[in-house]
T-cell receptor, first 113, second 112 residues
Framework: GAGVSQSPRYKVAKRGQDVALRCDPI?????LFWYQQALGQGPEFLTY????????KSGLPSDRFFAERPEGSVSTLKIQRTQQEDSAVYLC???????????FGPGTRLTVL | QKEVEQNSGPLSVPEGAIASLNCTYS??????FFWYRQYSGKSPELIMS????GDKEDGRFTAQLNKASQYVSLLIRDSQPSDSATYLC????????????FGAGTRLFVKA
């Protein structure tokens, strides 16, 4: 079956622009995670949803970052007033169960100029 | 102290040798442990999961877990050049709930 998909795959934004990154998890997966991965680093946790409930947003670096999953499937990560330090790959992962194994999407590479 | 720590490497081993990758974690409550492989420019893919103390083998890969020492390792036997990648240790089921936390990864080079 289809895996986790993300769009766009690449995004270039000018500093100060707002961006929206989309994640389509595997159908039926309860849990959805967003991670930020800087070059040469491991994925850093941003936020976690169980169905439509955002149970943990402790990793969001500032109030410019906002994530939602209104119907418990597709999720959007929004970054307002982008800064150069936001440049990274944003990875989405989903798992069937809360303690299940996350499967990753291909990521969105965001470059802020 | 980071929640999940790994030696960043690079670890270089000759083809056919055993590669040993190590990981420590800080939260004693952690329940699930994963090893992911990440090729350059790609997303992480799961290699192994382990949930109880001891060894778990899958083909050329063996994961080892010691909860008392808060230590997880991955052994790769008969290393191949295609094993060259970054290996990420991840931990779930911790005090913070079900978020999966990753280490920074260890870069492995297998020389032909």
């Amino acid at each position: 079956g289809a895996g986790v998909s993300q769009s766009p795959r690449y995004k270039v934004a000018k500093r100060g622009q707002d961006v929206a990154l989309r994640c389509d998890p595997i159908s039926g997966h309860v849990s959805l995670f967003w991670y930020q991965q800087a070059l040469g680093q491991g994925p850093e946790f941003l936020t976690y949803f169980q169905n439509e409930a955002q149970l943990d947003k402790s990793g969001l670096p500032s109030d410019r970052f906002f994530a939602e999953r209104p119907e418990g499937s597709v999720s959007t990560l929004k970054i307002q007033r982008t800064q150069q330090e936001d440049s990274a790959v944003y990875l989405c992962a989903s798992s069937l169960a809360p303690a299940g194994v996350p499967s990753f999407g291909p990521g969105t590479r965001l470059t802020v100029l | 102290q980071k929640e999940v720590e790994q030696n960043s490497g690079p670890l270089s081993v000759p083809e056919g040798a055993i590669a040993s990758l190590n990981c420590t974690y800080s939260d004693r409550v952690s329940q699930s442990f994963f090893w992911y492989r990440q090729y350059s420019g790609k997303s992480p893919e799961l290699i192994m999961s382990i949930y109880s103390n001891g060894d778990k083998e899958d083909g050329r890969f063996t994961a080892q877990l010691n909860k008392a020492s808060q230590y997880v390792s991955l052994l790769i036997r008969d290393s191949q050049p295609s094993d060259s990648a970054t290996y990420l240790c991840a931990v779930n089921g911790n005090t913070g709930g079900f978020k999966t936390i990753f280490g920074a990864g260890t870069r492995l080079f297998v020389k032909a």
